[in-house]
Every structure is written in C-alpha cells, then in structure tokens.
C-alpha cells in the first residue's frame, strides 16, 4: 500500500476539530496514537522488505519464523528465514543489523 494512501486513510478516521478544550485534549491524544501506529506499519513494512531482499541472496532455508522487535514506536513483527546449514541462523536478520539486544 503507498504511504500516501495509507496516511489518507489512517488520518481520515479522526475527528480533526473540536468546540471544547475537553475535546481537542481527546483529539491531540488520538492524533499520537494513531501517527504511533502508522509509524509502526510503515516501520513493519519496510523492514520486512529489507529482510526479504537481504534473504534473496542467500539459499537453503530451512523454515521461516516470526520475531518480534521492540522499537520508538512500538512492536514490530518480521518474518524471518531459518538456515539449518549455517546453525539456525537468520542470515537476512544478521545483514541488517537485527539483534535481539538491539532496539530499532
């Protein structure tokens, strides 16, 4: 999905003007949450195709698998490769950085 469409979509379900401070609290509360979330899917997203074109030069995965990483904004999770002759090891995680002590 493009990114203007996916901003379009997300920002058009908020309620963008209010005649009380009660509700323009509410309302700036919702914006964040929602900008937190739209981050989080684009983050996902792009991640995710960075990982499969990191994984595209390698061969002989065994099974895929999910992983969950804790970000800025929030929980993103990948699909990753498993390489059974190198270990167990996620060669495309490996190539861009992916560790599990490290925040992205």
Do not use: D, W
């Not at 469409?5 to 929602?34: D, Q």
């Not at 595209?56 to 059974?84: M, N």
Request: glycine share 8%.
């Amino acid at each position: 999905m493009a990114l203007a469409s996916i901003i379009s979509e997300r920002l058009g379900k908020l309620e963008l003007f209010s005649a009380s401070p009660e509700g323009a609290e509410t309302m700036v509360n919702e914006f964040v949450a929602a900008e937190f979330t739209l981050g989080c899917s684009i983050l996902q997203e792009q991640l995710q195709k960075q990982l499969e074109a990191a994984e595209a030069k390698y061969s002989g995965a065994r099974q895929r698998r999910s992983k969950r990483y804790h970000t800025l904004v929030g929980s993103v999770e990948l699909t990753r490769r498993i390489y059974s002759s190198k270990g167990g090891e996620c060669l495309g995680e490996q190539a861009l950085g992916l560790t599990p002590r490290r925040l992205v």
